[in-house]
Every structure is written in C-alpha cells, then in structure tokens.
C-alpha cells in the first residue's frame, strides 16, 4: 500500500486555466507583471483592499485603475475548470475509500475566490480549501505551507503536493512534502496513478491493455513485432490472454518468432540459382512467397512451422 494519505493541489492552472489576453489596453505581459508585483502579492495576502491594490498598481504601472478592473474582470470571466484534473482527482478519493484526503492551496484575493467558488466545478472533491487572503500569508512563504499542516492534521512525509510554479514546490519539499511540478494534465495523472496506485494492479491492467502487442524494441527506438517477449510474458504470468491467445497452454503448439514482412534469400543447392523470399508472419500463422531471381547467393533459408489448434 502506498504511504500517500493526503494531496494538496495548487489551483491556479492547475486546477483551472484562464487567459491573460483580455479587450481592454493592457497586454498579457504587462497583467503579468502586476501579478508578479508586491503590491499584488499583498493584495492576495488579504492586507490591501482590491480599490487600493488597483489604485497603488496604477501608480506603478501608470495604468488606469478603472482599465485595470476591467481586465481583471476579463481574466475572471476566463477562468475555466480543468475537467480532466477534477475527474481524475474524484477517481483517486473514490478508490481510496476514505482514506485519501484532498486539500487545495492557493494564492488569491478574497474578491478572485468569491468569483472562482460560483465557476462549475466539482468542489465536492476537497476535503477543505486554503485560499491565501483567509490565511494572510502566500506560498512560497513557509509560514503558508505550516498553517495549512497545523489545520488540516497534516503529515508532510505522506503528503503529495502540486503545483505549477518551482519556487512552491520547493518551499514545500523543505517542510518534507513529496513535491510534483505540474507540468500538464497527462504527466501529472500518469504520475499520481504510480505513486498512489497498486503497482502489481497497474502491472496487471498493463498487461492486459497490450494484450498481444508486448513487442521489443530496438537501440533507434524502431519497433520489432516478434512473438519472443510475449513469449517470455506468458511463461512468467502463465496467463494467454496477454499473450493473446485463448485457447488451452497445455497444447502443444509451436511459434514464430518474428510478425510482419521480412526479406531472406536462399540458394537451390547444386543450381547456383538463388531464391528471395518474401514472409509474412501475423502472430500465429505466416505466408510465404518465393520469387526466383538470377542471384548468387549461398546463404540457407530456414523457415519455422507453425502449427494452429483445429
């Protein structure tokens, strides 16, 4: 069983995506910037209220603060939950039966998660929220990472935590989290799925997802499709299925080892007349078409014979 008991995600394109380009005179860089800035940071610790955070930016960035509302306002009507995280993360507290507890954790004004909360989503998933403005403290701030522990009873050492900014990350890998950058959807499931997941399941389900396409490959990555793998999948598991078969193991058989179309040349021993064959193998059963051709050759041409149950 995995020593996991708890996951903390970060919200912000993590859990919902939004977009900085809005109609109004301020450029996705410069909406940026202000959210990179001090001020904002402050606003987001619940220390400034959003009129005097607009007013300060403004000042800084000479910027109308009735422009800067507006494309925030723009950016909020953006925000759009990640249904692919969300249904991922009920999936995980489903098969924990309880025994996983979801938490989120993010850097927001009081004014951004009041919007954010009436956005479609299935907020049902978290055990709790932690949204910076109520705590008056912002990550990567240590200060941040203790309340949430002190509040929610949480363990770091079996503890997961997300999100898409390093800086986090580490403030949290300090405090003993298990921490993952988030990097996109796919790559973060895939990774969730082998730390909390069963890993003779996984294996199993693996197993039976490629059922008859367990093939090796070469140094260039070039895919070779012959049965050997599989083969050797079915002696260790003594289960057909991945082998993709169904019929009984204790009959006696006899296989290919190669699929595909594969070139060989043979020689007509005392003729000197040589032969190029063309095979096909098809997992169990194979054609075999000869053409004769003006070529020396004294190479032998050795061919198996596969026989299939009647």
């Not at 925000?79 to 039966?97: G, P, T, V």
């Not at 909360?117 to 701030?141: E, M, Y």
Request: aromatic share 10%.
């Amino acid at each position: 069983m995995h020593p996991f008991t708890t996951i903390i995600f970060d919200i912000g394109d993590v859990l919902f995506t939004w977009s900085s380009v809005t109609k109004t005179t301020i450029s996705s860089r410069t909406l940026h910037q202000i959210l990179s800035s001090h001020i904002w940071h402050d606003y987001e610790r619940g220390l400034i209220s959003q009129q005097v955070c607009y007013e300060t930016v403004g000042n800084e960035f000479s910027l109308d603060p009735a422009e800067i509302g507006k494309a925030f306002d723009q950016a909020r009507d953006s925000l759009c939950c990640n249904e692919d995280m969300i249904a991922f993360i009920r999936e995980l507290k489903c098969k924990s039966n309880g025994r996983l507890r979801i938490f989120a954790m993010s850097n927001i004004s009081l004014p951004d998660y009041n919007v954010l909360r009436t956005k479609p989503a299935d907020w049902s998933i978290f055990d709790r929220v932690f949204p910076s403005c109520t705590a008056g403290q912002r990550k990567p701030d240590l200060s941040f990472y203790r309340h949430v522990i002190a509040e929610a009873n949480v363990d770091p050492s079996r503890t997961i935590f997300v999100d898409d900014k390093l800086d986090n990350v580490i403030s949290a890998r300090s405090l003993g989290f298990h921490g993952i950058v988030f990097d996109s959807s796919k790559n973060v499931i895939n990774t969730l799925r082998n730390i909390t997941g069963d890993p003779i399941q996984r294996g199993q389900a693996y197993l039976k997802l490629h059922a008859g396409k367990h093939h090796s490959f070469a140094d260039n990555d070039n895919e070779l499709k012959e049965n050997f793998a599989q083969l050797l999948l079915l002696e260790m598991t003594n289960d057909s299925y991945v082998f993709g078969i169904n019929w009984p193991l204790h009959s006696v058989r006899s296989f290919l080892y190669l699929i595909g179309v594969w070139w060989t040349s043979s020689t007509t021993h005392g003729r000197g007349i040589s032969s190029k064959v063309r095979v096909t193998f098809s997992g169990h059963r194979f054609l075999a078409h000869l053409s004769q051709e003006n070529h020396c050759s004294r190479q032998r041409c050795s061919r198996s014979i596969l026989t299939r149950p009647p």
